[in-house]
């Protein structure tokens, strides 16, 4: 009789729990046909964004159709390709032709920095307000639908919903514009004569975000020589992490090839901010940061061969080292304090698949050879030939090489062997100063060769050479301004005391090199290529 009522029992149970079961798997069900399709979430973890396809109802961009692409780009390597394989899938943007633009709204200030201070100071300097020429439609990157809103379902919430929803979920901004996220508003400022505007009000947001957003994937970048993360943000923003592999105090051996050197994570922040203060502005936004590699990394990550390579030193601390040409191994693993370790965030730049991108061998190109000599090095007329070769023959593309030749050598970088332009523009654009991980190496020599296309060319901008000039003097003395530029990072000190003091060094002698050349010229014109006309 026990035993029956024991069997009578478990059979009642198991009817139960089936019945539970079953009634669970019905509420479910109701919830997601309650649910309207336009208004269901989107996963955003690690493994569902790498797999989820576009919303189709975000914003629009210009183009014969419309595209569910992916939107961002890793602006980094040796021949800016791309390795899809590693890019997460995120939101994209829907092309529509012909619709007018929305142009970058600019704003008061200077980007968050201090009114009364001598960046701000600098940056008031008529040198620093020469006007651009107008931009047009066909000049800009992009071309967006103003209508269309691009937003977070809501206000505490990390997850985007279709724009076609967006009214009733968010109150409505003054245009489309403001719906946009940081990453995506400096997207479509983009244009043929600037990355981004001098008083940019998207800036101070942009930075925050490189440096606050919470990280929801880290893959490992492939290509180049030493280990670099692709990492992504709940907003669809992605960023191109590089760790630390130096302290602030440590330069490059003498004995080191200029190829074999490390990738410096303080050199890429330094290098953005060194890049705005000589009005280039040609840098993608970069700031510092302090990740958690278990969290942030090691457990988020869907990269299989990063994952494998994490393990525990014996003090304890958490240690990876990926995969590369260079320091990848267990004697270069890259180290926490326990699992806390700072990198450099930098903002990618759009997708290749929407904005193209040419890639250009630098005519003083480097050999990477230990005993080889390239031309440049052996023949002092070289830029001769170059004056007579396309593109270089032509608009002011020599003089813009030239730019870059003066920021290399005040950072001390001698590994910039090709550069990139945003293709839609032609020739008629700006240089992409991109991938200065090499830079900020030594402080205690320099490298004159780096200064080869200004000594052989004895050409610059007449607009570059004034600011120059006032970046010699007080109070804009180079050294300050970047000083007080990088204390807004959240890694400061970026850079050591010293490296600050090599660039006022190494400032004096380009101007020293500027002025051999006007010494031997018939005209100052003849080296001073008049850029800025009567608008100073």
């Keep these: ?118 960046l701000a100071a600098l940056f008031e300097h008529p040198l620093y307000n020469i006007p651009i020429p107008e931009v047009t439609e066909k000049d800009k990157l992009f071309v967006v639908n103003p209508m269309e809103k691009f937003s977070l379902r809501s206000s505490g919430s990390d997850e985007w919903v279709s724009s076609s929803k967006a009214e009733t979920l968010l109150p409505t901004g003054k245009t489309a514009y403001d719906t946009y996220p940081a990453w995506l508003k400096f997207h479509v400022g983009i244009n043929r004569y600037e990355l981004y505007p001098r008083r940019d009000p998207v800036m101070p947001t942009l930075l925050r975000d490189l440096a606050t957003q919470r990280i929801v994937s880290s ?64 840098i993608p936004p970069v700031s510092g940061r302090l990740v958690n590699i278990t969290k942030e990394i090691r457990d988020i990550t869907t990269d ?23 320091y990848c191994s267990t004697e270069h693993a890259l180290c926490g304090k326990p699992d806390r370790l700072e990198g450099s965030m930098a903002a990618l730049l759009p997708d290749k698949t929407l904005a193209k991108r040419r890639s250009w061998r630098s005519p003083w190109r480097r050999s990477y050879h230990k005993s080889k000599k390239a031309e440049w090095e052996l023949n002092p007329n070289y830029c001769a030939q170059v004056r007579e070769t396309p593109p270089y023959d032509r608009g002011h593309r020599l003089l813009d090489l030239i730019d870059m030749t003066v920021l290399d050598f005040l950072m001390g970088n001698m590994d910039r062997h090709h550069y990139e332009t945003f ?114």
């Design 1 to 118: 009789m026990r035993r029956q009522l024991q069997t009578l029992f478990q059979r009642k149970l198991k009817v139960s729990l089936l019945f539970l079961l079953l009634l669970a798997l019905l509420v479910h069900l109701a919830m997601d046909l309650a649910l309207p399709a336009a208004r269901r979430p989107c996963g955003c973890d690690a493994k569902s964004l790498k797999a989820s396809s576009v919303p189709s109802g975000s914003p629009v961009l210009a183009g014969p159709k419309k595209l569910s692409l992916r939107i961002l780009q890793d602006f980094s390597g040796s021949n800016g390709s791309l390795e899809k394989s590693s890019q997460p899938q995120g939101a994209g943007l829907h092309a529509r032709a012909g619709k007018p633009g929305v142009q970058r709204q600019h704003g008061e200030g200077n980007a968050g920095w201090t009114k009364g201070s001598k």
């Design 219 to 282: 893959v490992q970048k492939s290509g180049g020589t030493q280990l670099k993360l692709i990492m992504m943000f709940p907003n669809y923003g992605q960023a191109l992490f590089k760790p630390m592999k130096q302290t602030r105090d440590q330069e490059t051996p003498i004995d080191f090839f200029y190829f074999s050197d490390f990738e410096r994570h303080n050199a890429e922040i330094a290098a953005f901010h060194l890049d705005r203060i000589l009005d280039f502005r040609r």
């Design 304 to 326: 299989k061969k990063l994952a494998k390579t994490f393990f525990i030193s014996p003090a304890g601390n958490v240690c990876f080292y990926g995969e590369c040409s260079y």
């Design 423 to 536: 293709e839609k523009f032609g020739n008629d654009t700006f240089l992409l100063h991109l991938d200065n991980g090499r830079g900020f190496g030594t402080h205690s020599r320099d490298e004159p060769s780096i200064l080869a296309p200004l000594r052989q060319c004895c050409s610059i901008k007449k607009s570059t050479y004034l600011r120059l000039r006032l970046l010699a003097t007080q109070p804009y003395r180079l050294s300050e301004v970047l000083r007080e530029a990088l204390a807004a990072d959240p890694l400061a000190p970026v850079l050591a005391e010293p490296h600050l003091r090599a660039l006022d060094r190494r400032l004096g002698k380009v101007l020293a090199a500027v002025g051999r050349c006007l010494a031997g010229a018939a005209r100052p014109d003849e080296v001073l290529v008049d850029d800025v006309g009567s608008r100073v």
